[in-house]
């Protein structure tokens, strides 16, 4: 069904209720996936009994979390509040990693007020047993703040490691392309431009990302009602630099699903989970669709759109665990 996308689902309560019947999870619950052993839970990532119940003894290689900026069970916190909320899913993400692993959070930086949650959350970070690496920048296409102040048109990406895991990318090659200009050296007696003098046009790899096209809804890869969706380009860099094949990748705030299904395309195995049963059945709905049809989303349309009026149809490739 076309034009027929969601509204934002953490501010129409109204449509989540109508959508709730058609969840096959429930607080507790946990899909097993048949085909590829991914796990996707209706479960809360700050609980460290319900992030074992995933897990279940498994280590994941790499962790790449989206949480709500502050927004937490759809209701605003405090900065204290919210980085208390942090330490506890953060310290769940280190029992769930390996000795050597990555993590990398998706983090605001809100202009207005402060730039929250990123600097007290990154001051947080250095009581916690992970090693700071980088903080990449993803430009996005839009922004705002273009009347009285520079456009905001980033994401913020931080990346830190325990150990020395895995780190994939070509020193020499990334699909980063060059886009400035200018950068002049004398060889032999001529000077040069950096053009010039490599035949790629692409860069090493870097930490800001300009090549990633921002989510919206004539993209094939939307998935309506998910607020700041990433791309699957994204995750499938982040998952091929510090995964290698067949390894376990986690991501504690499932949304749109986009590393649980990064994951499927790369061939790593993903346990995700959200305490909000819409956005598991998102998730688990977006990878069978794309098993189903080859498709990364859906475009301006939205995984309910086959049910909403005929009622649920739980036909799936995975069995459900439910919670005692």
């Not at 204290?80 to 990693?97: H, M």
């Not at 607020?227 to 982040?238: G, T």
């Amino acid at each position: 069904m076309h034009h027929n996308p969601l509204p934002r689902l953490d501010s129409a309560s109204e449509i989540r209720e109508r959508l709730l019947p058609l969840c096959r999870l429930r607080r507790g619950d946990l899909w097993i996936d048949s085909l590829r052993g991914h796990r996707v839970g209706c479960l809360d990532a700050a609980d460290s009994h319900e992030v074992n119940e995933i897990m279940q003894r498994d280590c994941a290689q790499l962790a790449v979390h989206d949480p709500p900026y502050n927004l937490v069970a759809f209701k605003r916190q405090s900065l204290q509040e919210y980085l208390r909320w942090c330490r506890k899913w953060i310290r769940n993400s280190d029992t769930a990693l390996r000795s050597d692993s990555s993590l990398y959070v998706w983090l605001g930086a809100d202009q207005k007020n402060g730039f929250q949650p990123l600097p007290d959350f990154i001051i947080m970070m250095r009581e916690m047993p992970f090693q700071p690496k980088s903080l990449v920048t993803v430009r996005n296409q839009r922004g705002y703040g273009t009347q009285k102040n520079w456009m905001a048109i980033r994401q913020e990406l931080l990346y830190y490691v325990k150990g020395k895991p895995t780190f994939n990318v070509d020193a020499e090659y990334t699909d980063i392309p060059k886009i400035l200009r200018g950068y002049y050296k004398d060889i032999n007696g001529k000077s040069t431009e950096n053009f010039e003098r490599s035949r790629s046009e692409t860069i090493r790899a870097g930490n800001v990302w300009v090549d990633v096209q921002q989510i919206f809804y004539r993209m094939e890869e939307n998935v309506s009602g998910c607020y700041a969706q990433k791309p699957i380009k994204c995750l499938d860099r982040i998952i091929r630099a510090s995964s290698d094949d067949g390894d376990l990748v986690i991501d504690f705030f499932a949304h749109s699903g986009s590393t649980l299904l990064a994951s499927e395309i790369s061939n790593r195995r993903c346990y995700t989970m959200d305490t909000d049963p819409v956005f598991a059945e998102i998730a688990i709905r977006r990878l069978e669709h794309f098993r189903e049809t080859g498709r990364l989303g859906w475009q301006n349309g939205h995984p309910f759109e086959d049910e909403l009026d005929i009622g649920n149809d739980t036909t799936s490739s995975g069995s459900i665990e439910t919670e005692t």
